[in-house]
């Protein structure tokens, strides 16, 4: 970096607003750096002083606080990687990489800070990322003995359910998730995943093998479950012509339940008692929506009177008389709830309407009470005396030849000056 200056760098012109630059560092860049009167500048480390560049658009404060900056920005990079360590994100590998090329970027930094202390904490990273490897190394080797006594429990829960399960259904869909699930472990030595495949394998054979006898056995029993079902093929047909909607509709429900019950008969047999069982429903329930839709039609009644007390209340105008507004917006809420209830489709769109009705009346009572707000009153006050006050710093910073001074209470001044005439306008505007 040596003859380096802050034009090569991209600073162009002399630093400003950062005159407390120096302040906000644990050190002050003196502490570590000079500049001598020819703009040469040095770092001063353990092993003495260094030459790092040059220094020529400004004074030496603020060429120390350019390159105190510059060493922040070295700092913040040390930090994001100690960051990253200390949380276990990334691989400990590349962090120590990372800190390997800063560590050889410092003999040339041309920055102004403790680099001594910044070359022990990139020590410091690098053996805490070699013992983060180790540690990581070791996790995986936890994780593949978890996964094998993940396949191994696999194996014991398949073999349990091939000698003892009954539950047909249920232990073949916990087979195949437990299948899927198998899928899912990897990280296993080919000689261990081979042997525990082969017990897991065994296990969901002999479950199946055992599950097709058991159903040998129900085919022998479907001649039963056609008796079974022909009396509730019976039952179902006495009902279809039942008028008690609530307590019949609960009767098919139970007699639907008989028959899942019941099981399977012969297909033949099966699906012509199906049909005769599901007509006599359809007649029932065909009997039943018809007389809802009786009940439908008294409800679009009470819609279209919803709608005609809807054109009324729809030319309310709270900004003409509040008071009276709210009054009748009252007397409209009583007819609505006593009007009954309206078709379903309809509810959505008819209550949103008066809703906003009951909303225009609601936010005017809410616009009149901010009108009447002292506090927004004397927010407005506050903000245009910040403004008188930062127009006197500034006159007196230019009598007395501070022009930066004056210049900087101007512009805060015209700040303040916007932010009074927004409270006013808010203030108007209600």
């Not at 360590?85 to 003999?107: I, M, N, S, V, Y």
């Not at 429903?281 to 018809?290: H, I």
Request: charge should be negative.
């Amino acid at each position: 970096m040596t003859g380096t200056t802050p034009h090569e760098q991209g600073n162009v012109t002399p630093l400003t607003g950062h005159e407390n630059a120096t302040a906000a560092t644990p050190h002050s860049p003196t502490e570590f750096g000079r500049i001598d009167d020819d703009g040469t500048v040095w770092l001063i480390t353990k092993d003495g002083e260094r030459q790092i560049g040059s220094w020529h658009a400004g004074d030496r404060s603020e060429g120390l606080a350019h390159f105190a900056r510059r060493f922040e920005d070295l700092a913040t990079e040390v930090e994001l990687l100690e960051t990253r360590l200390a949380k276990g994100a990334g691989e400990p590998k590349k962090t120590r990489t990372a800190a390997g090329h800063l560590l050889e970027t410092l003999p040339t930094a041309a920055v102004i800070g403790d680099i001594d202390a910044l070359e022990a904490r990139l020590h410091g990273i690098i053996s805490g990322a070699d013992a983060a490897a180790e540690r990581a190394q070791h996790r995986r080797e936890e994780e593949r003995a978890a996964q094998v006594a993940r396949k191994e429990a696999l194996c014991v829960e398949a073999e349990d359910i091939a000698e003892n399960s009954t539950q047909w259904k249920a232990a073949g869909d916990r087979l195949r998730t437990m299948f899927d699930e198998w899928k899912t472990i990897r990280g296993i030595d080919r000689k261990t995943d081979d042997a525990l495949w082969k017990r897991f394998s065994k296990a969901r054979d002999s479950f199946n093998r055992r599950r097709g006898a058991h159903f040998a056995e129900l085919d022998r029993e479907r001649v039963h479950a056609k008796a079974v079902k022909e009396e509730l093929v019976a039952r179902a047909e006495a009902l279809s012509s039942s008028t008690e909607w609530g307590e019949t509709a609960g009767a098919y429900r139970d007699l639907m339940k008989e028959w899942k019950a019941a099981g399977r008969a012969p297909k033949e047999a099966d699906d012509a008692l199906w049909k005769r069982f599901k007509a006599a429903q359809d007649t029932f329930f065909a009997a039943r929506n018809a007389a809802a839709s009786e009940r439908d039609a008294e409800f679009a009644e009470n819609a279209t009177a919803k709608e005609a007390l809807l054109a009324q209340a729809e030319s309310l105008d709270p900004s003409k008389d509040l008071e009276a507004a709210r009054a009748e917006l009252r007397r409209f809420q009583e007819r609505w709830e006593a009007i009954g209830k309206v078709p379903r489709d309809r509810i959505h769109d008819l209550e949103a309407r008066f809703k906003a009705i009951e909303s225009r009346v609601r936010d005017a009572v809410d616009s009149q009470w901010r009108r009447t707000d002292p506090e927004a009153e004397a927010r407005a006050a506050q903000f245009r005396e910040r403004v008188q006050q930062l127009e006197e710093q500034a006159a007196k910073a230019e009598a007395a030849g501070r022009a930066k001074d004056a210049a900087k209470a101007r512009a805060q001044a015209q700040q303040w000056r916007e932010w009074a005439a927004t409270a006013e306008d808010a203030l108007t505007s209600r």
